[in-house]
T-cell receptor, first 116, second 114 residues
Framework: DAGVTQSPTHLIKTRGQQVTLRCSPK?????VSWYQQALGQGPQFIFQ???????QRGNFPDRFSGHQFPNYSSELNVNALLLGDSALYLC???????????????FGDGTRLSIL | DAKTTQPPSMDCAEGRAANLPCNHS???????VYWYRQIHSQGPQYIIH???NNETNEMASLIITEDRKSSTLILPHATLRDTAVYYC???????????????FGTGTRLTIIP
């Protein structure tokens, strides 16, 4: 049973560029959330996708956008990269279809993005 | 979501029980307590969650006080592989879209000492 997978594992970009990160949810999961984790900090919620729509958003600018595909996989796009965007980007998946709304989110190991 | 307070760091001897406290004095009646841990360079790993009853699984036990204002995560026989940052999170159970965001603090850095 594959868990949450993210690609790439590492990425180096320069200021002003754009980047796309990818996430495949755990088998049976239909909801994907994205988090940003700066060095030494806890993860911060970016947004959540369910049924191919953004359902909830954290305090991140519009440069951060996403998409969810019919197979439940998801992409995170960041435009006009800033030095401060250097972080570990984590994807988490969960299931609404399992009924109870207290089901835990399961995380991938993230994409380490470095901005030069 | 309610805020949580955890000690920044703790040490525990290998083979002993590690008891990690968490205060969540403003928790609401419909909020669960979740515990995750993050080993260096990996994503957060789900450990356990509960509402008001004590819970146990293959990884840990969760003890929630009767007033639900605090909880303790217990790792019964700590090993070196349990060295990690442990996050206590409270999250609403019911939402229109099923799964609300997780709000992480800075957690407790647990070091298991040989």
């Amino acid at each position: 049973d594959a868990g949450v997978t993210q690609s790439p594992t590492h990425l180096i970009k320069t200021r002003g560029q754009q980047v796309t990160l990818r996430c495949s949810p755990k088998s049976g999961h239909d909801t994907v959330s994205w988090y940003q984790q700066a060095l030494g900090q806890g993860p911060q919620f970016i947004f959540q996708y369910y049924e191919e729509e953004e359902r909830q958003r954290g305090n991140f600018p519009d440069r951060f956008s996403g998409h969810q595909f019919p197979n439940y996989s998801s992409e995170l796009n960041v435009n006009a990269l800033l030095l401060g965007d250097s972080a570990l980007y984590l994807c988490a998946s969960s299931s609404k279809k399992q009924g109870a709304n207290n089901q835990p989110q399961h995380f991938g190991d993230g994409t380490r993005l470095s901005i030069l | 979501d309610a805020k949580t307070t955890q000690p920044p760091s703790m040490d525990c001897a290998e083979g002993r029980a590690a008891n990690l406290p968490c205060n969540h004095s403003t928790i609401s009646g419909n909020e669960y307590v979740y515990w995750y841990r993050q080993i260096h360079s990996q994503g957060p790993q789900y450990i356990i969650h509960g509402l008001k009853n004590n819970e146990t699984n293959e990884m840990a036990s969760l003890i929630i006080t009767e007033d639900r204002k605090s909880s303790t995560l217990i790792l019964p026989h700590a090993t070196l592989r349990d060295t990690a940052v442990y996050y206590c999170i409270v999250r609403v159970a019911i939402s229109n879209f099923g799964n609300e965001k997780l709000t992480f603090g800075t957690g407790t850095r647990l070091t298991i000492i040989p």
